[in-house]
């Protein structure tokens, strides 16, 4: 990770010498922003530059930030490097939820680790759980990751799997691994992300200034911005969790177990075929995964028999978590900001009205959308606080169908989000004047 980061720097370095522009091309108010000669023949970002830092940013927030979960150890490289491309393309169309998931994931990691702190755990140590990073082997065979849970009940597996339940019956010594030991696995360190950090707090910053000067943001980073304010909370949810871990551990039972029975397997044959087969799975993929993002659900049993957790599984902590529903406030709350930094480009220019009609329905859905898990759970919690049944049943019925709507409503905020990344794109043909200007001093803060 080291590596690609100083390879970004070494571009920007080697990048060609930035073009000049004539002060008369520049708006009034990136006028006084020069002085003596400097006005006749000012320094100017080309789209390239722009470009540029705005990818540096997004490769910040949608590489290095997201920490994914281990993947299966008989899993082709290919299949982890596309693995990692799918965490990349959710977190840009869909970053809300992926930092639900993390905050998920880090309140989790709490629980776990002050339940098993007699045992020297730490939150990294619960972490490393959840992401899938103990595997039941019975003897040299295999039989699934070992996850835990606070519920009496699990939809997905029997108690065969859970940590405690194992550790409780003596079929298997508590895992003994250091958090030093579990450091060592994750494939980043301080630098790479004080280099992302520092990158993604220089942009927001520009912005900041530049609107702050009057002068004009391109789409493409108010995108960048937006995903970028973002970027801060998922390096705190995730700041234990060790990055892009590849290998598991093996924990053994201490005593071999008779034979399951195999689970009946899907047949493979009634799959459709050819290119057509081909989209209809990868379209039932990505549903499945935002089924899995937005409610963080178990997958199938058969999941974890082969030796991994869903791309967004998290530990179970429903059955004791009394805040679910301040949790989907306030990531809802997030949703809302995070859409009305888009609705802050109101008034951008843009090379047509029409791209600016759509560029402002696409904001608004992105808002509105983001109340629905608000109103969710505020119907959850006045359902608690009814004082007859007839209202409780009521809200109770308008949260059921609030759930429906969310899933059918999924869609049409990632066609709003894919408009508006589209958007940001192609109005690069076309850029006002003011977006070339540059605040100087800004140039000389260290950034890629």
């Known amino acids: 990770m080291s590596f690609l980061l100083l390879l970004f720097g070494l571009t920007a370095v080697l990048r060609p010498a930035i ?73 840009i169309l869909v970053p809300e939820i992926v930092l639900y998931w993390a905050m998920t994931q880090y309140l989790a990691a709490r629980r776990y680790a002050a339940r098993y702190r007699d045992q020297g755990w730490t939150t990294t140590h619960a972490h490393f759980l959840q992401m899938g990073g103990f ?66 707090a220089w942009f927001i910053l520009q912005c900041i200034v530049r609107v702050a000067e009057g002068l004009d943001i391109t789409q493409l980073e108010l995108i960048t911005l937006a995903l970028a304010a973002l970027n801060a909370l998922m390096y ?40 057509i087969g081909a989209i209809v799975i990868a379209v039932f993929k990505v549903f499945e995964h935002l089924g899995q993002m937005t409610e963080l659900t178990f997958s199938s049993y058969k999941e974890f028999k082969k030796g991994h957790v869903p791309m967004f599984y998290s530990l179970d902590i429903s059955q004791h978590d009394p805040q679910s529903e301040k949790r989907l406030l306030l990531i809802s709350t997030i949703g809302i900001a995070f859409g009305a930094i888009h609705i802050a480009g109101w008034n ?29 759970a ?24 609030l759930e429906r709507v969310f899933k059918w409503v999924m869609p049409v905020y990632l066609g709003a989000r894919l408009l508006l990344v589209v958007l940001a794109l192609i109005s690069l043909r076309r850029l006002p004047p003011g977006a070339y200007a540059v605040v100087s001093w800004t140039t000389d803060l260290p950034h890629i």
Not at 52 to 74: G, M, Q, T, Y
Not at 364 to 370: K, Q
């Open 378 to 401: 505020l119907t959850e919690l006045l359902s608690y606080g009814a004082s007859f049944d007839t209202i409780r049943r009521s809200f109770r019925f308008v949260q059921f169908h």
């Open 348 to 376: 951008i220019p843009f090379p047509t009205k029409t791209e600016l009609t759509i560029w402002r329905i696409s904001s608004v859905l992105i808002g509105s959308l983001a109340c629905v898990p608000a109103v969710q």
């Open 236 to 275: 705190f949810f995730w700041w234990d969790k060790p990055y892009n871990v590849q290998t598991q551990v093996p924990v053994r039972l201490l005593k071999r177990r008779e034979p399951r029975a195999a689970d009946e397997e899907s047949n493979m044959s009634e799959r459709p075929s050819g290119l």
């Open 135 to 200: 595997v039941l082997f019975d003897g040299d065979t295999s039989i699934g990751v070992i996850i835990d849970t606070f519920s009496t009940w699990d939809v997905t597996l029997d108690s065969a799997y859970h940590l405690n339940d194992l550790v409780q019956r003596g079929e298997i010594q508590f895992p003994t691994i250091t958090k030093q030991e579990i450091e060592d696995k994750s494939k980043s360190d301080g630098l790479s992300k004080a280099v992302a950090i520092g990158q993604t």
């Open 19 to 91: 073009p000049q522009v004539d002060a008369r091309d520049l708006p009034p108010t990136a006028i006084h922003l020069l002085s003596g000669s400097e006005a006749a023949n000012p320094d100017r970002r080309s789209i390239w530059d722009i470009v540029w830092s705005c990818l540096a940013v997004i490769f910040a927030c949608a590489w290095v930030a997201v920490h994914p979960n281990i993947p299966s150890s008989d899993r082709k490289n290919w299949r982890r490097s596309l693995r990692r491309l799918q965490y990349m393309v959710y977190t």
